[in-house]
């Protein structure tokens, strides 16, 4: 077992003719990901890496049977393909598209929440579980296939922390770049659930930073619910207030969401809050004993 | 992005929400021509983008023209919260029978716009939310349908018992939320919304944050923007494709990642170093990026060391280590560059890398620790 993807997952790569797009398809197809079709308006008929393109995600569901889809269009185009993957049916949606007015995000979480559609992002890498299937722009080989489930809201501070699992001598179950932006489908606490109920899942890493409520929500959501020891980063101790920092969510304004806080959050509720990404993997082995 | 007062206000006015008349002056004699057009008491207000200038005596009440220069020429020039004063905003005093709040925010729990209102206005809503939260009503509004004009009457409800002014807080109420959705904002307030002794309701003040992902389409909007000498350099950087903020210390970082760049700045700080900044190269580093950071970078004089810190997931190690070297050909360069390379092509990066005077590091910490003490080295050399 694994979260949200797997062997079964029968990816459309919406925006497979542009450049991220086919570089993305032919990597996550090496990688053993199952990418059963591409779509892109006005190039239906095309072939890419193999793949067929087609004019719609409908039409690419009704001949492919695919199940999730990735959209790789840039940000202006990338509210309405969210919106077409939801109309097509597809169960998971990952968007990987930076720079989404927050407003638009609002209406298309929505309405993806109303057809019961998952969407991970916008602005993030994707969500990869090892040995079976990466979806997103996630550098497989540096997770191996285990135990850890691992939800984060960056990209690269994941591959930092994942790496540092790894070399503890422990693999990952999945890993969730839940994106950067404030208003994002999976949260902390969705994914949290998720890896409850997965069997293969002994513990969690959660990496967060400045910003929002959502490791609090997390942190309370854990204390109730969550029985698999967690283990969390939060970057941007050092971040100056009312400052964007990179990400449109990483903001600290009027003294909410510091990574004080959260760490607070987390040790209240018996989190253990790693001081630097390679004790990640130190002290998630401690708690698994 | 964030607007001033005055600014807000024209929005307003441009929904049709009753804002009193008013001008900005840039001096003392401006203000008191103002506030002779305006003939009858004015309130002479700071306009500045950070909170509490009310508590810092940027807002002064003047009932002839002749006070109303005076209070100018006390408020330019004034600094409020490290932010200077440039111009102040000339306005219509209004007689105030009863004050509310009225707010909208983006709430990322609910996923939705939250309408907010409160009998407690004129004050700092955060205290009021800190104090007494039960004085504040919230109401998440579906997106797919707006803010229904009963759904905005109810929340007026809360704050006056008569109808007249529930009437006409809600129509201000729905005028905001369209102002607030059509300027892709993230906040939108009103504190104090005012009841005249004869009934009459006003916006007082007026405070709009826009989300920086919708400035594409608010041109309008984003002609507003003033620019501070340290945000310049943030705007000139985003241009080329780059996250940067500075601040104060002496090790610059440029990193692969936003929050690894945070996380940089974290570890630097956790060592004992400062961090100058955070530089945020972004996915796809093409040597350009790379040359146009170091040049951003090396712009603060406080910087002793550099640290490359990428981990190259999409981004290929090798072009960023051509963009270091070739930077380096560019600027004489005599800082030491401490650079941690992994991921995609690594092998290929340390080659180019051997015949350069960098300093090839193979962790995060390592690369940390090198750089505050090569920084500290030269920061002896230098006050030697």
């Known amino acids: 077992m694994s979260i949200l993807v797997d062997e079964n997952t029968r990816l459309v790569v919406q925006g497979i003719t542009g450049r991220d797009g086919s570089f993305h398809t032919k990597r996550m197809r090496e990688y053993g990901t199952k990418v059963v079709a591409g779509v892109t308006p006005g190039k239906g008929g095309e072939v890419v890496e193999g793949i067929p393109v087609f004019n719609t995600v409908r039409e690419a569901v009704e001949k492919t049977g695919a199940n999730t889809s990735v959209i790789f269009v840039p940000y202006k185009f990338a509210v309405d393909a969210l919106y077409e993957a939801g109309d097509a049916g597809v169960e998971l949606i990952v968007c990987i598209a930076e720079g989404i007015p927050t407003l638009d995000m609002v209406k298309v979480v929505r309405f993806l929440s109303d057809r019961g559609v998952k969407l991970i992002g916008p602005n993030c890498p994707g969500v990869i579980s090892p040995g079976k299937c990466e979806v997103g722009i996630l550098p497989g080989h540096i997770f191996k296939p285990g135990q850890i489930g691992v939800i984060s809201r960056s990209g690269t501070l994941t591959y930092e922390i994942a790496t540092h699992i790894v070399d503890a001598g422990l693999g990952i179950s999945t890993c969730i770049g839940v994106g950067g932006d404030p208003i994002i489908g999976l949260k902390f606490i969705d994914c949290l659930e998720l890896f409850e109920e997965d069997e293969q899942t002994k513990g969690v890493v959660l990496v967060g930073e400045i910003g929002g409520q959502d490791e609090e929500e997390a942190a309370r959501y854990y204390q109730e619910h969550c029985h698999k020891p967690v283990v969390a980063f939060i970057a941007g101790l050092t971040a100056p207030p009312g400052k964007r920092m990179g990400h449109a969510g990483a903001i600290i304004s009027g003294g909410a969401g510091t990574a004080k806080g959260k760490m607070e959050a987390f040790e209240s509720v018996g989190i253990r809050v790693a001081k630097e990404p390679a004790e990640v993997g130190i002290l998630m082995k401690a708690s698994l004993k | 992005?964030?607007?001033?007062?005055?600014?807000?206000?024209?929005?307003?006015?441009?929904?049709?929400?009753?804002?009193?008349?008013?001008?900005?002056?840039?001096?003392?004699?401006?203000?008191?021509?103002?506030?002779?057009?305006?003939?009858?008491?004015?309130?002479?207000?700071?306009?500045?983008?950070?909170?509490?200038?009310?508590?810092?005596?940027?807002?002064?009440?003047?009932?002839?023209?002749?006070?109303?220069?005076?209070?100018?020429?006390?408020?330019?020039?004034?600094?409020?919260?490290?932010?200077?004063?440039?111009?102040?905003?000339?306005?219509?005093?209004?007689?105030?029978?009863?004050?509310?709040?009225?707010?909208?925010?983006?709430?990322?729990?609910?996923?939705?716009?939250?309408?907010?209102?409160?009998?407690?206005?004129?004050?700092?809503?955060?205290?009021?939310?800190?104090?007494?939260?039960?004085?504040?009503?919230?109401?998440?509004?579906?997106?797919?349908?707006?803010?229904?004009?009963?759904?905005?009457?109810g929340m007026c409800f809360k704050l006056y018992e008569e109808y007249q002014p529930v009437r006409e807080a809600s129509s201000v109420l729905t005028r905001l939320y369209q102002a607030f959705m059509e300027s892709d904002a993230s906040l939108a307030e009103i504190n104090p919304l005012v009841v005249t002794p004869n009934g009459e309701?006003?916006?007082?003040?007026?405070?709009?944050?826009?989300?920086?992902?919708?400035?594409?389409?608010?041109?309008?909007?984003?002609?507003?923007?003033?620019?501070?000498?340290?945000?310049?350099?943030?705007?000139?950087?985003?241009?080329?494709?780059?996250?940067?903020?500075?601040?104060?210390?002496?090790?610059?970082?440029?990193?692969?990642?936003?929050?690894?760049?945070?996380?940089?700045?974290?570890?630097?700080?956790?060592?004992?170093?400062?961090?100058?900044?955070?530089?945020?190269?972004?996915?796809?580093?093409?040597?350009?990026?790379?040359?146009?950071?170091?040049?951003?970078?090396?712009?603060?004089?406080?910087?002793?060391?550099?640290?490359?810190?990428?981990?190259?997931?999409?981004?290929?190690?090798?072009?960023?280590?051509?963009?270091?070297v070739e930077a380096m050909e560019k600027f004489p360069l005599n800082i030491p560059i401490v650079v941690r390379l992994t991921g995609t092509n690594e092998e290929r990066a340390r080659d180019i890398l051997k015949s350069t005077p960098l300093i090839p590091v193979s962790s995060m910490a390592e690369g940390a620790r090198k750089a505050i003490e090569l920084a500290r080295g030269r920061q002896n050399s230098i006050s030697e």
């Open chain 2, 1 to 153: 992005m964030k607007i001033h007062e005055y600014q807000a206000k024209e929005i307003f006015r441009k929904y049709g929400i009753p804002v009193p008349q008013g001008k900005v002056a840039l001096d003392p004699k401006g203000a008191r021509r103002i506030a002779e057009e305006i003939g009858g008491p004015v309130a002479v207000k700071a306009q500045v983008l950070v909170g509490g200038r009310g508590k810092a005596g940027g807002v002064k009440l003047a009932t002839t023209p002749e006070e109303a220069e005076e209070h100018a020429t006390e408020i330019l020039g004034m600094e409020i919260k490290g932010e200077v004063v440039n111009k102040v905003l000339v306005t219509q005093a209004v007689d105030i029978k009863s004050e509310a709040y009225m707010g909208i925010v983006v709430d990322r729990s609910s996923k939705r716009p939250v309408v907010m209102v409160s009998p407690a206005g004129g004050v700092d809503i955060e205290e009021v939310a800190r104090e007494t939260p039960e004085k504040i009503h919230k109401f998440a509004v579906d997106p797919l349908t707006g803010l229904l004009p009963h759904q905005a009457r």
């Open chain 2, 201 to 324: 309701v006003w916006a007082i003040d007026a405070k709009i944050n826009i989300d920086d992902n919708g400035l594409y389409r608010q041109r309008e909007i984003e002609a507003m923007r003033e620019v501070t000498p340290e945000e310049e350099q943030e705007i000139e950087a985003k241009a080329k494709g780059l996250s940067y903020i500075k601040l104060q210390g002496n090790i610059g970082c440029v990193v692969n990642g936003a929050g690894l760049a945070m996380a940089t700045m974290d570890l630097i700080k956790r060592y004992g170093g400062e961090p100058a900044n955070f530089l945020d190269i972004g996915g796809s580093s093409s040597p350009e990026k790379v040359t146009n950071a170091m040049e951003i970078l090396l712009r603060d004089k406080n910087v002793r060391a550099v640290f490359f810190n990428i981990f190259g997931g999409i981004t290929r190690c090798d072009d960023v280590a051509n963009g270091i």
